[in-house]
Protein backbone atom coordinates (compact mmCIF):
# COMPACT_ATOMS: atom_id res chain seq x y z
CA UNK A 1 0.00 0.00 0.00
CA UNK A 2 3.14 2.40 0.60
CA UNK A 3 3.11 2.96 -3.29
CA UNK A 4 -0.48 3.93 -2.87
CA UNK A 5 0.27 6.67 -0.31
CA UNK A 6 1.89 9.23 -1.34
CA UNK A 7 0.33 12.38 -0.18
CA UNK A 8 -1.59 13.90 -3.03
CA UNK A 9 -5.04 16.35 -3.93
CA UNK A 10 -8.06 14.92 -3.62
CA UNK A 11 -8.98 16.89 -7.00
CA UNK A 12 -8.65 14.26 -9.26
CA UNK A 13 -10.82 11.55 -7.76
CA UNK A 14 -14.29 13.77 -6.91
CA UNK A 15 -15.17 14.04 -10.67
CA UNK A 16 -15.05 10.15 -11.65
CA UNK A 17 -17.16 7.46 -13.68
CA UNK A 18 -19.34 5.66 -12.62
CA UNK A 19 -20.15 7.54 -9.55
CA UNK A 20 -19.90 6.84 -5.89
CA UNK A 21 -23.84 6.66 -4.97
CA UNK A 22 -23.89 3.59 -8.15
CA UNK A 23 -20.64 2.24 -6.43
CA UNK A 24 -22.01 2.02 -3.10
CA UNK A 25 -25.24 0.62 -4.77
CA UNK A 26 -23.36 -2.30 -6.14
CA UNK A 27 -21.37 -2.97 -2.90
CA UNK A 28 -24.59 -3.51 -0.99
CA UNK A 29 -25.28 -6.01 -3.82
CA UNK A 30 -22.41 -7.57 -3.25
CA UNK A 31 -19.54 -6.26 -5.57
CA UNK A 32 -16.30 -6.85 -4.43
CA UNK A 33 -15.09 -4.74 -7.97
CA UNK A 34 -16.99 -1.45 -7.07
CA UNK A 35 -15.42 -1.63 -3.06
CA UNK A 36 -11.89 -1.96 -4.57
CA UNK A 37 -13.01 1.12 -7.12
CA UNK A 38 -13.52 3.26 -4.08
CA UNK A 39 -10.42 2.09 -1.82
CA UNK A 40 -8.52 3.41 -5.00
CA UNK A 41 -10.35 6.18 -5.45
CA UNK A 42 -10.14 7.65 -1.63
CA UNK A 43 -7.32 6.26 -0.16
CA UNK A 44 -4.80 8.82 -0.72
CA UNK A 45 -7.62 11.50 0.55
CA UNK A 46 -8.36 9.04 3.86
CA UNK A 47 -4.10 8.15 4.23
CA UNK A 48 -3.68 12.23 4.05
CA UNK A 49 -5.84 12.82 6.50
CA UNK A 50 -4.64 10.81 9.16
CA UNK A 51 -0.81 11.85 8.12
CA UNK A 52 -1.54 15.24 8.21
CA UNK A 53 -2.66 14.60 12.04
CA UNK A 54 -0.60 12.09 13.26
CA UNK A 55 2.54 12.89 11.08
CA UNK A 56 3.43 9.11 11.51
CA UNK A 57 3.57 7.04 8.35
CA UNK A 58 2.55 3.35 9.49
CA UNK A 59 0.00 4.70 11.72
CA UNK A 60 -1.86 6.79 9.17
CA UNK A 61 -2.00 3.70 7.26
CA UNK A 62 -2.81 1.76 9.40
CA UNK A 63 -5.94 4.20 10.16
CA UNK A 64 -6.48 4.18 6.01
CA UNK A 65 -6.77 0.04 6.10
CA UNK A 66 -9.32 0.57 9.36
CA UNK A 67 -11.37 3.61 7.84
CA UNK A 68 -12.15 1.42 4.92
CA UNK A 69 -13.12 -2.16 6.76
CA UNK A 70 -15.66 0.17 9.27
CA UNK A 71 -16.48 2.03 5.98
CA UNK A 72 -17.56 -1.58 4.60
CA UNK A 73 -19.20 -2.80 7.49
CA UNK A 74 -21.22 0.31 8.44
CA UNK A 75 -22.18 0.82 4.28
CA UNK A 76 -25.73 0.34 4.98
CA UNK A 77 -25.98 3.19 7.25
CA UNK A 78 -24.50 5.35 4.54
CA UNK A 79 -27.07 8.11 3.21
CA UNK A 80 -26.96 8.57 -0.53
CA UNK A 81 -28.24 12.39 0.18
CA UNK A 82 -25.18 13.31 1.07
CA UNK A 83 -21.76 12.67 -0.67
CA UNK A 84 -19.70 9.46 -0.11
CA UNK A 85 -16.80 11.55 0.49
CA UNK A 86 -18.47 13.21 3.35
CA UNK A 87 -19.26 10.25 4.94
CA UNK A 88 -15.97 8.11 4.35
CA UNK A 89 -14.20 11.41 5.81
CA UNK A 90 -16.31 11.66 8.77
CA UNK A 91 -15.10 8.25 9.25
CA UNK A 92 -11.28 8.69 8.40
CA UNK A 93 -11.20 12.04 11.09
CA UNK A 94 -13.12 9.98 13.78
CA UNK A 95 -10.54 7.17 13.36
CA UNK A 96 -7.75 9.23 13.99
CA UNK A 97 -9.13 11.04 16.93
CA UNK A 98 -9.87 7.80 18.29
CA UNK A 99 -6.40 7.29 18.09
CA UNK A 100 -4.76 10.08 19.38
CA UNK A 101 -6.97 9.38 22.41
CA UNK A 102 -5.50 6.36 22.74
CA UNK A 103 -2.28 7.06 22.37
CA UNK A 104 -2.33 10.03 24.50
CA UNK A 105 -2.96 7.53 27.32
CA UNK A 106 -0.18 5.61 26.60
CA UNK A 107 2.38 8.15 26.24
CA UNK A 108 2.66 11.97 25.81
CA UNK A 109 3.21 13.65 22.40
CA UNK A 110 6.54 13.83 21.04
CA UNK A 111 8.35 16.48 19.48
CA UNK A 112 8.28 16.19 15.73
CA UNK A 113 10.98 13.96 14.13
CA UNK A 114 13.45 16.05 11.95
CA UNK A 115 14.11 15.35 8.30
CA UNK A 116 17.75 14.25 8.17
CA UNK A 117 17.69 14.78 4.13
CA UNK A 118 20.85 17.20 2.66
CA UNK A 119 19.11 19.83 0.26
CA UNK A 120 20.73 23.26 -1.33
CA UNK A 121 20.24 25.71 1.49
CA UNK A 122 16.83 27.49 -0.21
CA UNK A 123 15.11 24.11 -0.36
CA UNK A 124 16.51 23.28 3.62
CA UNK A 125 15.16 26.55 5.14
CA UNK A 126 11.75 25.54 3.46
CA UNK A 127 11.85 22.27 4.77
CA UNK A 128 12.85 23.89 7.94
CA UNK A 129 10.28 26.20 8.02
CA UNK A 130 7.18 23.85 6.18
CA UNK A 131 8.78 21.37 9.51
CA UNK A 132 7.64 24.22 12.10
CA UNK A 133 4.56 25.12 11.10
CA UNK A 134 4.00 21.54 11.16
CA UNK A 135 5.29 20.96 14.79
CA UNK A 136 2.94 23.98 15.46
CA UNK A 137 0.35 22.47 14.29
CA UNK A 138 1.06 19.26 15.91
CA UNK A 139 0.85 21.15 19.13
CA UNK A 140 -2.87 22.04 19.14
CA UNK A 141 -6.06 20.05 20.06
CA UNK A 142 -7.11 17.61 17.55
CA UNK A 143 -10.49 19.34 17.39
CA UNK A 144 -8.23 22.54 16.13
CA UNK A 145 -5.95 20.75 14.38
CA UNK A 146 -8.39 18.60 12.38
CA UNK A 147 -10.24 22.04 11.24
CA UNK A 148 -6.96 23.42 9.46
CA UNK A 149 -5.75 20.22 7.88
CA UNK A 150 -9.73 19.74 6.28
CA UNK A 151 -9.59 23.39 5.54
CA UNK A 152 -6.16 24.63 4.22
CA UNK A 153 -4.54 20.45 3.60
CA UNK A 154 -7.95 18.60 1.93
CA UNK A 155 -9.61 22.40 0.94
CA UNK A 156 -12.85 20.66 2.25
CA UNK A 157 -15.84 23.49 1.68
CA UNK A 158 -17.54 24.03 5.06
CA UNK A 159 -20.44 21.46 4.25
CA UNK A 160 -18.31 19.06 3.94
CA UNK A 161 -16.49 19.92 6.84
CA UNK A 162 -19.72 20.08 8.89
CA UNK A 163 -20.99 16.37 7.76
CA UNK A 164 -17.25 15.30 8.50
CA UNK A 165 -17.12 16.46 12.07
CA UNK A 166 -21.14 16.07 12.61
CA UNK A 167 -21.10 19.98 13.74
CA UNK A 168 -23.06 23.00 12.22
CA UNK A 169 -21.36 25.10 9.51
CA UNK A 170 -21.35 28.17 12.14
CA UNK A 171 -19.67 26.18 14.59
CA UNK A 172 -16.74 25.20 11.82
CA UNK A 173 -16.54 28.09 11.36
CA UNK A 174 -15.88 29.65 15.03
CA UNK A 175 -13.47 26.46 15.61
CA UNK A 176 -11.41 27.07 12.25
CA UNK A 177 -11.07 30.68 13.49
CA UNK A 178 -9.96 29.25 16.71
CA UNK A 179 -7.34 27.04 15.31
CA UNK A 180 -6.16 29.98 13.21
CA UNK A 181 -5.50 32.26 15.87
CA UNK A 182 -4.03 29.38 18.58
CA UNK A 183 -1.85 28.19 15.56
CA UNK A 184 -0.53 31.80 15.16
CA UNK A 185 0.12 32.49 18.40
CA UNK A 186 2.25 29.22 18.85
CA UNK A 187 4.01 30.82 16.00
CA UNK A 188 4.53 33.78 17.32
CA UNK A 189 5.75 32.38 20.18
CA UNK A 190 8.35 30.19 18.90
CA UNK A 191 9.40 33.20 16.78
CA UNK A 192 8.46 31.64 13.28
CA UNK A 193 6.70 34.82 12.68
CA UNK A 194 6.45 38.22 13.94
CA UNK A 195 3.60 39.62 16.27
CA UNK A 196 1.65 41.30 13.21
CA UNK A 197 1.35 38.25 11.69
Given amino acids: MKEKSQ ?18 KRCLQGSEKAFETLVDR ?3 VVFNVAYRMLDD ?9 SVFIKGFEKMRSFNPKYRFFSWLYRIAVNETL ?21 SPEREYREAE ?3 KVEGALM ?18 SYKEMSVALE ?16 LRLVLVERGIVGNEA
Fill in 98 to 118: NYINQRKRLEELGPNIVSTAK
Fill in 57 to 65: YDAAEDITQ
Fill in 7 to 24: LSDASDVIHTEPNDRELV
Fill in 129 to 131: LSR
Fill in 139 to 156: ELDPKYRIVLVLKHFREC
Fill in 42 to 44: YQK
Fill in 167 to 182: IPEKKVKSRLFTAREL
